[in-house]
C-alpha cells in the first residue's frame, strides 16, 4: 500500500511539473511575441470611444472636418505613402472590400485614407497615392499638430523611425481598419489579419 502511495504521488509531481513547464512557456511566448492585430467583430466595439472631431485637408486641397463624414458610413485607414508593404496592402483590402460587398452599400461608403506623415504626403503625393487605390478613395494630410489630434481620436499610435541603414525615416505605426455609421459610430474593427471578404461582410450586415 505505501509503495503503491508513493508511486501515484510520485507521477502526480511528474504530471503537476509538467504542467508547470507548459503554462510558464505559455507565458513567455505570450509575453515576448509578435502580437497580431485581429479582427474585432462590431458587437465587440459598441460605443467604443473612437474617433472625434479633426481638420485636415484632402488631396484636393480642400478642408475637410468631421462634418465631411456626417451621415456617410465610413471605412478609415491610417498609414503613410512611404510604406513598403502594409499601407498598401491595407488599402488595396479596403478597395477589394468594396468590390465584393452589395453594390448598394458599397456605393454608400466613404473610404478615408489619412496619412501619419505629413512632413512627407503633401496634397500632391497623397492626391497621386489614393489614385491607385479607389477612385473614390479620400487622402487626408495636414500639419503634423492636425494629424496628431486625428490619431489620438482614433487610438492610433504612430511614431517616427530613423534606421542608420537607409537614407530615408520610416513609421512604426498600428495598422487598423475602422467601420463608422454615418453617425459616427464605430461598428468594427479590421487587423492586418482580416480578409477583405469579412469586411464586406460587415458592411452588408451594418449598412443600411
Known sequence: ????????????????VAIGGVIALVQIQSASGPVQQTAVKSNGVAGAD???PFALTDQNGQPFT?????GHPTLIYFGFTFCPSICPTELQKMSAALKLANADKAEKIMPVF????????TVTVMKNYVAQFH?????L???????????????????KVQ???????TMDHSSYIYLQAPDGALQAIFGTDSTAQQIADAINDNVK
Not at 135 to 139: C, K, N, V
Not at 163 to 169: F, K, L, P, R, W
Open 1 to 16: 500500500m505505501l509503495k503503491n502511495r508513493l508511486a501515484r504521488l510520485a507521477l502526480l509531481s511528474i504530471i503537476a
Open 135 to 139: 477612385p473614390r478613395l479620400i487622402g
Open 163 to 169: 534606421d542608420e541603414t537607409m537614407s530615408e525615416y
Open 66 to 70: 468631421e462634418k465631411n463624414l456626417a
Open 50 to 52: 473612437i474617433g472625434g
Open 114 to 121: 489619412i496619412t501619419i506623415d505629413p512632413d512627407r504626403d
Open 141 to 159: 494630410t495636414g500639419t503634423q499638430d492636425d494629424i496628431n489630434t486625428a490619431a489620438r481620436a482614433w487610438r492610433v499610435y504612430a511614431q
